[in-house]
């Protein structure tokens, strides 16, 4: 058999927040994360579409604004030119002089290419008019208004795809700003000024005056919201499925296996006054899917569900202006507010988002930040359980404590390390209106993620947790680390053992806290040293690959001595406190 | 008409960019959203203690460190 011939490699390129991984979507059928706001893709995605009976392959590239990368994110779009046989330039047609730039810059590399005019239906709805014929003409390739989101322009898009030209627009470098505005004024026309009105109540969010108060409105109604359905999930539907239908199954399958012997220990666990406890069982089948699906998934649901409204919407970045000066502060800018939220769904997708950042030293102090200071959904579901049983106070004490460490992290590296901080410089795009399909679609594809990354590490949490109970080796475990977390942490050393299954998920780990009638106290304190310790496996190996196993051992030394440092205080305060 | 950096403009004043005090790095950095020389700028506004500057260049809002935001000078026109 001879030798398949290599597929042809479609690249989709342009600015950040054309709309390229809607796109991508469209034309390979494989789903990626689009949202509203620049530099949603860090990484190049693959997928295949069949064009005139071949498979072709499509590549979905980080978004840049020039062909000189600044950050690795677009280092990646640069390096990516030289393996493409064609490339779909992708524009914001509202924007054209600035998008135009790369057009320019893509027309002297030589790489065949085809443009689509993105977001056309907002062009007509802003009243701007581009002669699509006329812009053609002067650039040499084809050129294809299309709207990603409904799929307007695509079929002539594929069509044309066979028509990719090397653009013939000539011109000298220092010339291409002049050449870009030659060409706009050729090619556009305005036919009457945009909405002033809506862009007035988009400035309020923006303005300080109006935009913290508003800001620090948006973030209380994200949080309650996300509580709301959460615990609307979890008590309305999750705990009823359990409670009432898995209940009865597994104790019938108790009964099969003889209720009791390792299986059954394995399996389902101890049964507590003859009944399944799901918090304390702590069998694969109880505890382990329980943990996994009924507290932790519905708000992890929630929690992406709110996020991607927002991403969508396009507040993100006129947050990430409002928090610059606090962040600035911190060695960051405000451009680490996303990889930060995105952190609190889930640390490894956090710090993959570091990428976007400019310098090493900004994305070691946003990675580390990430790890020790913010917790994840699975584990922030887990605490709101256990300690909001004692009421708001005790969640107050831990989200607050953690807030405060994360601004003195930030602080004192921004001090420590040799450099200093970059300064933001971000587009701010436009409130769009979310798609609902694309929203749930995107939203499905973070739960499944979410399913795939946990459920191995969280089954093996509950798998290895039993082992060590059996085999009495947490015990032996909790004698050695007696001095740290009895001796400075004030917690019992029997806790000993949930610190250790932390390293795998932290979501098990606060759940193996449960039977042990921790005083609030030691409640706070321990959800916090969970918080900072040292990040799950998954984080841990994401960090890793990240930062480099030398950042790696520094940010580790940073954790435990934080961590030690930290959890002592807060035994001594605490207990002060507390015991008045 | 005067001459101001970007973080001395008044908020709600336009102008055009005639100077860009800083080295290719930043001149590049800049260029790719459209801050250049020549170019009409207007100043939406500002945040808090140094905070980032916010400009319009043709339809495109950015935000702008206010470091960065203090090399631009900007010829303000008067009206």
């Not at chain 1, 899917?289 to 409204?309: G, R």
């Not at chain 1, 990428?355 to 709101?384: D, G, N, S, W, Y």
């Not at chain 1, 947490?474 to 740290?484: R, S, T």
């Not at chain 2, 935000?63 to 000078?73: D, E, H, Q, Y």
Request: glycine residues 10%.
């Amino acid at each position: 058999m001879s030798k398949k011939e290599k597929p042809l490699k479609i690249l989709l390129m342009g600015n950040p927040n054309v709309g390229k991984s809607v796109f991508f979507s469209r034309l390979s059928g494989v789903h990626v994360i689009a949202s509203n706001y620049p530099g949603t893709t860090v990484e190049f995605t693959k997928g295949l579409m069949h064009l005139e009976g071949k498979d072709v392959e499509v590549i979905d590239v980080p978004g840049t604004y020039t062909l000189e990368p600044v950050s690795p994110a677009e280092e990646v779009a640069c390096q990516m030119l030289n393996e493409g046989d064609i490339v779909i330039n992708v524009l914001d047609a509202t924007n054209l002089p600035r998008n135009l730039n790369l057009t320019l810059s893509l027309c002297k590399e030589g790489v065949p290419m085809v443009i689509a005019l993105n977001f056309w239906d907002e062009t007509k709805h802003k009243g701007i008019e581009i002669d699509v014929k006329r812009l053609e003409a002067i650039l040499g390739v084809p050129c294809i208004p299309t709207c990603a989101i409904t799929g307007e322009g695509f079929n002539e898009l594929i069509a044309r795809l066979k028509e990719a030209k090397v653009g013939s627009c000539e011109y000298e470098d220092q010339e291409r700003w002049h050449k870009i505005g030659e060409i706009v004024e050729e090619v556009e026309s305005l036919t009457h000024r945009h909405h002033r009105l809506g862009e007035r109540l988009a400035e309020l969010t923006i303005n300080p005056w109006s935009g913290i108060p508003i800001a620090l409105l948006i973030l209380f109604l994200i949080f309650k919201t996300i509580q709301f359905i959460g615990e609307g999930l979890i008590g309305h539907l999750f705990n009823l499925f359990f409670e009432s239908l898995w209940a009865p199954f597994i104790l019938r399958l108790s009964e099969i296996l003889g209720g009791g012997g390792l299986l059954h220990d394995i399996l389902i666990g101890r049964l507590i006054e003859g009944k399944i406890d799901f918090e304390q069982s702590f069998g694969l089948l109880t505890t382990g899917l329980f943990v996994e699906f009924a507290v932790v998934l519905p708000y992890i649901f929630s929690f992406y569900l709110i996020l991607s409204l927002i991403e969508d919407s396009g507040y993100l970045p006129r947050l990430a202006v409002l928090m610059d000066t606090l962040l600035h502060r911190l060695g960051l800018h405000g451009g680490a507010v996303i990889p930060l939220m995105l952190g609190m769904g889930c640390n490894v997708a956090g710090i993959l988002g570091t990428r976007i950042m400019e310098t090493k030293r900004e994305r070691f102090i946003a990675t580390t930040l990430l790890a020790i200071t913010v917790p994840c959904m699975a584990q922030i579901a887990m605490v709101v359980g256990l300690v909001g049983r004692y009421g708001s106070m005790g969640l107050s004490l831990v989200f607050g404590t953690i807030f405060v460490l994360w601004v003195i992290l930030g602080l004192l590296q921004n001090r420590l390390l040799p450099g200093e901080s970059m300064e933001i410089f971000l587009e701010i795009p436009p409130y769009r209106i979310p798609h609902l399909r694309g929203l749930l679609k995107k939203v499905w594809i973070r739960l499944i993620w979410f399913i795939k990354e946990a459920t191995p590490w969280l089954l093996a949490g509950v798998l290895l947790a039993n082992i060590l109970y059996t085999f009495g080796i947490i015990d032996y475990l909790g004698g050695l680390a007696a001095p740290i977390v009895s001796g400075i942490w004030g917690l019992p050393p029997e806790t000993s053992g949930a610190f250790l299954i932390g390293l795998l998920r932290k979501d098990i780990a606060v759940g193996m806290l449960i039977p042990f009638d921790l005083t609030l106290p030691q409640l706070v304190i321990s959800s916090i040293v969970l918080t900072m310790y040292f990040p799950c496996a998954a984080t841990f190996a994401t960090l890793i690959k990240e930062l480099g196993i030398l950042d790696m051992i520094k940010a580790a030394f940073i954790m435990i001595s934080s961590t030690i440092v930290v959890g002592g205080l807060l035994n001594l305060i605490l207990n002060l406190i507390f015991h008045i | 008409m005067a001459v101001v950096s970007l973080t001395q403009m008044q908020q709600g004043k336009s102008g055009k960019i005639i100077e860009i005090q800083g080295g290719r790095d930043l001149t590049t950095r800049l260029e790719a959203l459209g801050l250049r020389p020549g170019v009409q700028i207007e100043k939406i506004g500002s945040q808090f203690i140094r905070g980032p500057v916010m400009v319009r260049i043709g339809r495109t809002q950015v935000a702008i460190g206010f470091k960065m935001a203090g090399k631009v000078l900007v010829e303000e026109r008067d009206e």
